[in-house]
């Protein structure tokens, strides 16, 4: 059974056009460490799974920002699925 991070991810890459997105979800998030061969969650992948996607995109936000701005400084926009300082 498919985690709802393998999911949104095969989705998101089915929208950009990505043939064989399935296959191409499963082995990032195997690389990634976030599942299993099996596709059962790793520790770290149910963590992620667990943020969301508002809480993936602040953490992939403030980590490309070298965590010199706390994730609730970001707001989250689901129609580009990309968080944005808070202007302020």
């Known amino acids: ?30 690389d990634r460490g976030h599942i299993k061969p099996d596709g059962e969650l790793t520790t770290k992948g149910a963590e992620r799974d667990h943020l969301g996607p508002a809480g993936r995109a602040k953490d992939r936000a403030s980590k490309a920002s070298g965590r010199t701005h706390l994730q609730r400084e970001y707001t989250y926009d689901p129609k580009t699925n990309l968080a944005k300082l808070k202007r302020g």
């Open 1 to 30: 059974m498919k985690s709802e991070l393998e999911k949104r991810l095969t989705r998101q890459l089915t929208a950009q056009g990505q043939k064989d997105a399935e296959g191409m979800a499963h082995a990032l998030l195997l």
